[in-house]
Nanobody, 121 residues
Framework: QVQLVESGGGLVEAEGSLTLSCAVSGRSIYAMAWFRQAPGKEREFAAGITSSGRSTSYANSVQGRFTIARDDAKNTVYLQMNSLKPEDTAVYYC????????????????WGQGTQVTVSS
């Protein structure tokens, strides 16, 4: 069973940057994704990366500003967030699954506890 622990959240001003990390434990190599949930809104997909790391996928709202990456030697997945906007304020969750497609469909092997990102205007 996979275990995921996020870190790196915090308070940042608009147009600032932040990098989230997700420590992954478990035997299998998974496709990974970052989801987020803003207050009063449904959880949404933000970014995903395949198990090989060769392909990535982004929500339109973060395309060009966020970058997802993985370092399997360190069992860590990252989300580099640049040009942050107040509407990026949310709890960010690291999620593991068999593919990005399945992750977007709500099928997962495990979720982290989430880390809060707050962007001030």
């Amino acid at each position: 069973q996979v275990q995921l622990v996020e870190s790196g959240g915090g308070l940042v001003e608009a147009e600032g940057s932040l990098t989230l990390s997700c420590a992954v434990s478990g035997r299998s190599i998974y496709a990974m994704a970052w989801f987020r949930q803003a207050p009063g809104k449904e959880r949404e997909f933000a970014a995903g990366i395949t198990s090989s790391g060769r392909s990535t996928s982004y929500a339109n709202s973060v395309q060009g500003r966020f970058t997802i990456a993985r370092d399997d030697a360190k069992n860590t997945v990252y989300l580099q967030m640049n040009s942050l906007k107040p509407e990026d304020t949310a709890v960010y969750y690291c999620v593991a699954g068999s593919s990005i497609t399945n992750l977007k469909a709500g099928l997962s092997a495990g979720w982290g506890q989430g880390t809060q990102v707050t962007v001030s205007s």
